[in-house]
């Protein structure tokens, strides 16, 4: 368990990517979005957890920010120490909530039998090297719809590289991660 309060220490905060997005700005790069995660441990709102229960529940609140619009996507993540690394599980939005109500400070109190794993997503494995954490998956949403990701966190930034490709073709996703850097825990 000792890895993975370590791995959640370093991921639990707020983050945003203010420093590489005035960089790309600066060399006329303006089709990268500006933006911004908070990750939040959610245990404490998480009733009838089993008894002796390892895993850290996040919610993961993120905010994307081009064209002068913004647009959420929050997820329900779990986190467990597995013998091959940490294993980063995603689950459903609670029933009740969706992309634009669920954040840490609006989460009432849940039930974890009533909470269900994502049956797209891949779950993602992280392993240590040289201390930064690097990992990800590839999920197949559809058929046609293939979602890869790929991070590596270290003290203070997260490198977050996610994209959508439908039929081969990418529909969302930038030629560089997304480099977060943390501005609060």
């Known amino acids: 368990m000792n890895k993975l309060n370590n791995f959640i220490n370093i991921l639990a905060g707020s983050f945003d990517n203010s420093e590489q997005f005035k960089e790309l700005e600066s060399r006329g790069i303006t089709n990268f979005p500006f933006a911004k995660h908070v990750n939040t441990i959610c245990n404490d ?24 619009k913004t ?31 669920f954040t840490y400070t609006q989460l009432e109190s849940i039930d974890y039998n009533s909470l269900k794993i994502s049956e797209k997503f891949t779950p993602a494995i992280y392993t240590l090297k040289d201390n930064v954490w690097e990992g990800g998956s590839v999920s197949m949403f559809s058929p046609v719809l293939k979602f890869t990701l790929f991070e590596r966190f270290s003290e203070g930034t997260l490198e977050v590289s996610e994209s959508m490709e439908v039929n081969g073709k990418r529909t969302f996703g930038y030629d560089q991660p997304i480099i977060y850097k943390k501005i609060h825990k």
């Open 45 to 68: 709102k998480i009733t009838n957890l089993p008894k002796d229960f390892q895993g850290i529940f996040l919610v993961e609140e993120s905010y994307y920010t081009s064209d002068g």
């Open 71 to 101: 647009h959420s996507s929050p997820h329900l993540f779990l986190f467990t120490e597995e013998n091959e690394g940490i294993k980063l599980t995603s689950y459903e939005l609670p029933k009740g909530y969706d992309k634009n109500t």
